[in-house]
């Protein structure tokens, strides 16, 4: 019987190489210095915060007592030396002009140039003569989960706050205050609140990736961002027709599962598809021939899982151009050509 004495065991670290590693008693603890990482962070946070913090502004909404508006600041950001500011929706309401607060302390007012409530986007215009440096809207696809991000806004009247975090998730979807689903959402945990929305999301490199605009009450550390692919999607619109277009075919409908022995006698993988419930009189698809009762499974070659699925794939780029939906009716598979026409706001699909 041998006498087992733990003290005398020695640890031995696979693929270690330091002299003296396996030999009992000569192991010597060393210490590294995280100090330049650390340091490294820190002057990365701040030079991003010098290049982009000029540019953010405080958005100042009047109160309507005709309309019951009540006033509210937010927060926004330069994108163009001409005056071009990117904001939320949510932040300018329905304001035709806002004042914005920079940051030295000078006060200028803002037209509403556009204001898209279906992505919480809205883009400003200032109209007093100044020269402003501009943000530089980045690439959103680029982005990576765990990648630096930097929020810098006026959270509770707290100008030129800064946060910092990660990117904690992409491609979330988050549903807009008019019902619609804003695709392609930022999540990060840099600490955002009232009055940081509007602002800038920037990446280490000073790019704007997102703007800020909504947290989830009682939650910590789950904020999110529209994405900066969706805002130069929505600036581009707005200067060039002064809104958002998107398209119409003139249906209602509501997301149904696929009965399972139809959708495995058609080759079917997905479970949800459209069923139409109503049809526009003389709109696009009564007059492609689709009725009601008919399931809408793909539109364009894109799968149709869903009502959302519907609207979103339905933007601006397919108005005036023939488009294939393919649908069920009855037992058969059909692919109907439609030509969407441009929506209005009093229109839903």
Known sequence: MFDFDPRSIDLLLVGDERPGASIPGTYRETTVDDR???????????????????SVVRVETPADPDSRRRGGTGSGVVISPDGLVLTNSHVVQNASTVRLALPDARTVTARVQGNDPHTDLALLRIVDDVSLPAARLGNSKELRRGQLVIAIGNPLGFESTVTAGV????????????????DDVVQTDAALNPGNSGGPLVSSRGEVIGINTAVIAGAQGICFAVASNTASHVVSEIVRHGR?????????????????RLALALGLAQPRGVAIASLEADGPAARAGLQVGNIVIALGGEPVTGADDLVRLLDGGRIGIETVLTVIAGSDLRRIAVMPAERNERRET
């Open 36 to 54: 330049p990482l650390f340091d490294a962070y820190s002057q990365a946070v701040v030079d991003v915060v010098d290049l982009v913090g000029p």
């Open 167 to 182: 990117v904690s998730a992409l491609g979330r979807s988050l549903r807009a205050q008019t019902g619609r689903l804003i």
């Open 244 to 260: 958002v277009r998107r398209a119409f075919i003139g249906v209602a409908g509501q997301t149904v599962p696929l009965p399972r």
